[in-house]
C-alpha cells in the first residue's frame, strides 16, 4: 500500500504565506463560506478545517479535497499544497486534474511532488502496479531543467553508467573519454585503442564541413510553377532573399546553402546553416519556416505540406547524408607504431589492414551498405551522446562512418583513418542542459556556448568523438584480427552473474577447443587466426564477445 510522505519542500510559514496572500486577493464572493452551523446543531466549523494549516495525514472525502481545490486560495497551486498526495491523486481520478498538467497546477517548487504523484497515478492504473515502487529513481533531480525543455509526464529517470576511456590526444590535447554504457567491456576496449593511438602521439583531426540541414516539402499548382520557383530559389535574387528571411531569425543561423529537387510539382530544399554550438534543429526550424514565408509571397499558390520533407534527413538513413554531411563532417586520421600494434593490439600491420579491406569495405559493400563501413562506430558515439546530453536518435546518421587502414612508413606502422561526415553535436540546448550531462561537457571543457568563437565547442566535441571512434575501431580491429574475439567468445560467452540459466537443456556440442582447432586447421597457411595463442591478461578480462558490432 502507499503511504503517504510528507512533501519535503513544503513547510507552515509556505501556507501561512500562501493562505494570507489568497485571502487578500480572494474577492469575497469567491472565498469558502463556511456551513450554516444551525443546519448540524453542532459547533460551527472554523475556516481552519476548510485551510488548514497542514495537509492532514488523513486522506480526507472527495466531495472536500474537490472544495479545498476549488474554492480555497488561489493560484491553484496554494490550495494543492493544503492537499496531502493521495488526495491530490484523489482529484486526479476523479478528472479534477489531469496528469499531464501536475506541474502547472502544482507549481515550480513542487515539481518533485508532481512527479511523484504522476507514478503513483500512472502504476495505480497499469496492469501491473509496479511503477510506484520500482527501483526507477526520481528523487533528487532538477526537474526545472527538464519542464518545457526536455521531456513530459515525467516519472522519473533512467541511469545508465558512466565510464571514462582514455585519455586520447586529439589535436594535441589529452582528453578523458565519458562513455554511458551499458555495454560490458565497451570502454575497456575503447581505452586499449586510445592507449594504442596516443603510442603513435594521438589523433590529428580535420573538419571538413559544419551545417545542420531542414528540407521542407512544398506543393505547388503546377509543374510549371513549380519549375519556376527552383529557378528562383537558385537565382541570386531568390537565395538572397530566402537568406535574409532566415538569418533574421538568430544571430547564429548562416546559410550556407540551398540545394533543391523536384518530384513532380513537389518542391524539396535542403537548407544548410551554421548553427554555432547548438546541434541546431530548432534553430533551423525556425529560420526556414521564415524562408518559406518569403518563398509564399513570391509564390501565393504554393502549399507547404511539412518543414521536414525528410530530405533533410533527420534520424533516418539517408544517402544524402552521407555524400553530402550533416551536422559536422570530420575526419581523424593516426599513425600506429607497428611495435604497438605487437604488444598492445596483439596483431600486426598486414593483419589489420587485410580484415579492414575484407569486412569494413567489402563486406559492407557486399551488405549494400550506406556509411556502414567501420566496425561498430556507433557503439562508441552512441555512448558519448548519451554521456554528453546529445539527441540519441541521431546516432542514426551520425555513426555513419568508414574506417580506412593502409601499411605506413614502408609497411612498417599502420595508417587509419575514420571518416564521418554527418557528426550532429552540440553543446547548448537540448539535453545539454542538464545538470550531469553538463558535469561531462565541463569535463571535457566544451560546456556551452564558446566564449568567443561560436561553434567552436561542438566542433570540438565532434573531433573528440571522431577520435573515440578511431579507438574504438583499432581495438575491435585488432581483437577480431588477432583471433581474440572468438576465443573470448569461448570463455567468456555470458556474464555468469547476470544471465539466468537456460530453462531448456543445452544441446551437446563439439568441445570449444575442438571448434577452435577445426577452425584453425581449415585456415592453415598465413592465418590471422590464432586460437591457441592465451589471451592478454588484460584481454581476457575484456569478454569482447559481448561488444555488438
Ligand atoms: P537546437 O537548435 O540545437 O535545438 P536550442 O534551440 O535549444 O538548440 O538552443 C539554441 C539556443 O541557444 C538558441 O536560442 C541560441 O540563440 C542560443 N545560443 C546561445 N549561445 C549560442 C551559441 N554559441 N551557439 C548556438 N546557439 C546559442
Not at 554555432?276 to 504554393?302: C, H, V, W
Not at 591457441?532 to 561488444?547: A, D, G, V, W
Amino acid at each position: 500500500m502507499h503511504t503517504f510522505v510528507r512533501p519535503s519542500t513544503f513547510t507552515l510559514a509556505d501556507v501561512d504565506r500562501k493562505l494570507n496572500a489568497a485571502k487578500l486577493s480572494l474577492p469575497k464572493a469567491q472565498q469558502l463560506t463556511p456551513p450554516d452551523s444551525s443546519s448540524e446543531g453542532g459547533s460551527s466549523p472554523s475556516e481552519a478545517d476548510y485551510f488548514p494549516e497542514f495537509p492532514s495525514e488523513e486522506v480526507r472525502p472527495l466531495d472536500q479535497c474537490i472544495a479545498i481545490f476549488e474554492k480555497g486560495p488561489r493560484p491553484a497551486s496554494a490550495s494543492l499544497a493544503l492537499l496531502n498526495d493521495e488526495e491530490v491523486i484523489q482529484l486526479a481520478d476523479a478528472g479534477k486534474i489531469a496528469a499531464y498538467a501536475l506541474e502547472k497546477l502544482l507549481g515550480m517548487d513542487a515539481l518533485e511532488r508532481a512527479v511523484r504523484i504522476r507514478r503513483a497515478l500512472i502504476s495505480r492504473a497499469s496492469s501491473t502496479q509496479t511503477l510506484e515502487l520500482s527501483a526507477i529513481p526520481h528523487e533528487s533531480y532538477d526537474y526545472s531543467r527538464v519542464l518545457g525543455a526536455c521531456c513530459e509526464n515525467v516519472v522519473g529517470y533512467i541511469p545508465i553508467p558512466l565510464g571514462v576511456a582514455g585519455p586520447l590526444k586529439v589535436d594535441g590535447v589529452s582528453y578523458p573519454i565519458p562513455m554511458a554504457t551499458a555495454e560490458g567491456t565497451l570502454v575497456a576496449s575503447t581505452s586499449r585503442g586510445c592507449k594504442a593511438l596516443n603510442a603513435g602521439g594521438g589523433v590529428t583531426t580535420v573538419l571538413t564541413a559544419d551545417g545542420m540541414t531542414r528540407g521542407p516539402a512544398i506543393d505547388f499548382p503546377s509543374l510549371v510553377q513549380a519549375g519556376q520557383a527552383k529557378a528562383w530559389i537558385e537565382s541570386e535574387e531568390g537565395y538572397s532573399a530566402l537568406r535574409t528571411a532566415f538569418e533574421s531569425t538568430s544571430r547564429f543561423a548562416k546559410l550556407k546553402s540551398l540545394k533543391t529537387a523536384l518530384a513532380g510539382r513537389t518542391l524539396y530544399i535542403r537548407f544548410t546553416t551554421a548553427t554555432g554550438d547548438a546541434m541546431g534543429m530548432n534553430m533551423i526550424s525556425k529560420g526556414t519556416e521564415k524562408a518559406l514565408d518569403a518563398l509564399q509571397k513570391r509564390f501565393p499558390g504554393m502549399v507547404i505540406l511539412a518543414l521536414s520533407g525528410n530530405y533533410c534527413t533527420d534520424k533516418k538513413p539517408a544517402a544524402i547524408n552521407w555524400i553530402e554531411g550533416r551536422g559536422k563532417s570530420v575526419v581523424a586520421e593516426a599513425v600506429v607504431p607497428g611495435h604497438v600494434v605487437k604488444n598492445v593490439l596483439k596483431t600486426t600491420v598486414q593483419d589489420l589492414c587485410n580484415l579492414n579491406i575484407k569486412k569494413n569495405l567489402i563486406g559492407s559493400a557486399m551488405a549494400g551498405s550506406i556509411g556502414g563501413f567501420n566496425a561498430h562506430a556507433a557503439n562508441i558515439l552512441t555512448a558519448i551522446f548519451l554521456a554528453t546530453g546529445q539527441d540519441p536518435a541521431q546516432n542514426v546518421e551520425s555513426s555513419m562512418c568508414m574506417t580506412l587502414m593502409e601499411p605506413t612508413n614502408g609497411g612498417e606502422d599502420l595508417l587509419i583513418s575514420v571518416n564521418m561526415p554527418c557528426i550532429e553535436v552540440g553543446t547548448v540546448g537540448g539535453g545539454t542542459v542538464l545538470g550531469p550531462q553538463q558535469g561531462v561537457l565541463d569535463m571535457l571543457g566544451v560546456r556551452g556556448a564558446h566564449p568567443t568563437q561560436p561553434g567552436k565547442n561542438a566542433q570540438t566535441l565532434a573531433r573528440i568523438i571522431a577520435s573515440a571512434v578511431m579507438a574504438g575501431e583499432l581495438s575491435l580491429m585488432s581483437a577480431l584480427a588477432a583471433g581474440h574475439l572468438i576465443r573470448a567468445h569461448m570463455t567468456h560467452n555470458r556474464s555468469q552473474v547476470n544471465t539466468p540459466a537456460p530453462s531448456a537443456p543445452v544441446t551437446p556440442g563439439p568441445q570449444s577447443n575442438t571448434v577452435l582447432a577445426q577452425l584453425a586447421r581449415s585456415n592453415s597457411g598465413r592465418s590471422p587466426f590464432s586460437p591457441l595463442t592465451p589471451l592478454t591478461p588484460s584481454m581476457s578480462q575484456l569478454s569482447l564477445s559481448k561488444l555488438r558490432r
